[in-house]
Nanobody, 119 residues
């Protein structure tokens, strides 16, 4: 089992920055990929960014490329999402998720943290 807890959300003006954290506990050694997703009211949850834990390889949704950076700290079992030049359309609940080596998809999800970008 893996437990994920997001933090760092809040209210920020457009153009500002936030850093989200995803703290993992449990069987973290079995994690293959950790991803960030977001969901706005009335919309489907969408992919934002992910990292292949062992290799440090990262992937981004096109709309956040150049603005968001995903990174990990193995010693702290924590994944970060640095969000710069935030836009109103970035407003959503942000979730982190973990995919196990033996899985074809994401297996564990955090509770989410609210990010609100105002104009």
């Amino acid at each position: 089992q893996v437990q994920l807890v997001e933090s760092g959300g809040g209210l920020v003006q457009a153009g500002g920055s936030l850093r989200l954290s995803c703290a993992a506990s449990g069987r973290t050694f079995s994690s293959y990929r950790v991803g960030w997703f977001r969901q706005a009211p009335g919309k489907e949850r969408e992919f934002v960014a992910s990292i292949i834990w062992s290799a440090g390889r990262t992937y981004y949704e096109d709309s956040v490329k150049g603005r968001f950076t995903i990174s990990g700290d193995n010693a702290k079992n924590t994944v970060y999402l640095q969000m710069n030049r935030l836009k109103v359309e970035d407003t959503a609940v942000y979730y982190c998720a973990a995919q196990m080596w033996t899985s074809s998809g994401y297996d564990y999800w955090g509770q989410g943290t609210q990010v609100t970008v105002s104009s």
